[in-house]
């Protein structure tokens, strides 16, 4: 395992009353939390519960207007340079994967390594083909993403990220939008990412990838945290109402 | 219910299709009596094709003059081209009035400038950057050196502290230089240039500079800063809210009011200059709609990967979006192209204006002078644009190929 974790002590990521509105719309309402170096943190609830916003803040794919969220200590301003700096170290895996359909899968990898690290191109084609290899696509580094299928591409983007050597990974329903005959590799990936001690957030479905990995499970419902708890006992005896219907509707 | 079970014991065989898919009578079925109203039109040209092609044929070939000093043999074979029209007015409908003795320099910036586009369209050539540099900021220099002849550059303002004082030497230098390029490359006046190479040096100007003019029109309008989306909104709304004749006069008229005397843009870069701008919210509009249509993941997953503003748009939006556009942007250049008959109006001699004043010499003056010079304006038109389409579609076929299954 290549990715180090952070030397800086202090949580991963940390959030301190956050609120954000959509317009009129309270989407984030007093969110208190704090991720550790290493741990891996899976967020769910049902749709429109704010679970997606949480994660995209961290990265500040959307932008809070309250309260304070702390990425490696360091926090999140308007300020386009300590965006950019936040986003180099924190890498983001997406329900539509979102691969650059111009590029090859190696050009996908290389590209933020190459004009945002200025790594030489040598040296970040070497780094991505080890990544490749650990996803277990590394013959498909000359194809395009539309030559795959969404399992493989999904992986891709895991590489993509890892590519940039980052300390924390948001997933946002990586698992989602694909076929289900394609959920188990790109889980299994992730499983084994967890299992290298990467800091992990992930938003998911996936309650047996949840009570596998987890460090914490955090139930979210209409913008706000109603429980967060070890997996074993969140899923055998959740607490609050709202987490047992969600629970028991999922669950069958 | 035994029929509940089913299993197959033996692979389904591919069977070829039937004939009325595969081979001519598939391909007549589907192209040409797919229905009714096809199946109809069909019959009716297959029934007119005789009668007008041979007849269009004739006149163009058997019954045409083909060389003659005069319009004289035009006047009595009225049934046929005069070809011999074209042929004795070439080099004024290549050229215009440019100097005989210097259609050389015509011909080599030709050259120059087929070798450099060549170049960068050629799909696996080599050192493309060096081609795009030479390209846009060598050849340009170049191309004026040699069309325009060396200028008289004169003394340099003395008002002037940055010409006058601080860049004399330089000044003094260049000068120099062009006062001993001049006996080779004397000086030909713009009122003097005409012809196809007027048509084509107008759209490759317009194509060069509106193509990133646009671009950056485009990026503007979808700016978050407000001023500078304004000023973009602005700029392509009155643009295009204006007919091109009007671009021209503005540019022609009002261009030499903002500057002073001294630096009054020359009569031929006025239009050029209106028909660049023109063409730019033109590109503008089309460039919007390929980075639009862009799936909103894509600035999202290259902003999570730490690009910048520019980087993301020049390494991941712009080469989608400009892929997506081509067959827009291509229309655009076919029209930019055509659109340079219009420049004839503020006094400019392109190709078809060229063939106006030709068509007025009395010698020739004839029936049908006039059908053979505009049928061959027509097909010199139409054989350019074919040509910017036909290289659109190979583009198009490779980026297909390349990104989708």
Known sequence: ?252 | MSDAVFVRNAPAPALSPPASLVGPLGWARANLFSSVASSATTLILAGLAPWFIPQLIAWATWKAIWSAPDGAACRTAQDGACWAFIGQKWEYLLYGSYPESEHWRVNLTGAFGAILIGWLLWTGAPRKALAAALFFFVYPFVAFLLLHGAPNMGPPPADSFIFGRLLAPLWAGLSNALAVMRPALPPVDTILWGGVFVSLLVTLVGIVVSLPLGVLLALGRRSTRPVVRALSVTYIEVVRGVPFITVLFMANNLLPLFVPDAYAPDRFLRPLVGTALFAAAYLAEEVRGGLQSLPKGQYEGSAALGLGYWQAMRLVALPQALALVIPGIVNNFIGLFKDTTLVAIVGMTDFLGAMDNAMKDTVWSGPTILVTGYVFAGIFYYVVCAAMSAYARGVEKRLATGRNR
């Open chain 1, 1 to 252: 395992m290549s990715q180090s974790v952070g030397k800086k002590a202090g949580p991963a990521v940390e959030f301190v009353g956050v609120n954000k509105w959509y317009g009129r719309f309270h989407a984030l309402r007093d969110i208190n939390m704090s991720v550790a170096r290493g741990e891996r943190i899976v967020v769910c609830g049902p749709s429109g519960s704010g679970k997606s916003t949480l994660i995209r803040c961290v990265n500040k794919l959307e932008d809070h207007q309250q309260g304070a969220i702390r990425v490696d200590g360091v926090e999140l301003t308007e300020s386009p340079r300590s965006v950019e700096a936040i986003r180099r170290d924190v890498g983001m895996v997406f329900q539509n994967f979102n691969l650059f359909p111009h590029l090859t899968v190696l050009e996908n990898c290389t590209l933020a390594p190459i004009w945002v690290r200025k790594k030489p191109k040598a040296e970040a084609e070497a780094k991505a083909m080890e990544l490749l290899a650990r996803v277990r696509i590394p013959e498909q580094a000359g194809k395009y993403p539309g030559q795959l299928s969404g399992g493989q591409q999904q992986r891709v983007a895991i590489a993509r990220a890892l590519c940039m050597e980052p300390s924390i990974m948001l997933f946002d329903e990586p698992t989602s939008a694909l076929d289900p005959e394609m959920v188990r590799e790109v889980l299994d990936t992730m499983v084994e990412l967890a299992r290298s001690g990467m800091t992990m957030m992930v938003v998911t479905h996936e309650m047996g990838f949840a009570r596998e990995i987890a460090d914490r499970v955090v139930f979210m419902d209409a913008g706000e945290i109603v429980e967060v708890n070890a997996p074993a006992p969140f899923f055998d005896a959740p607490q609050h109402e709202r987490t047992k219907a969600f629970l028991s509707q999922i669950l069958r």
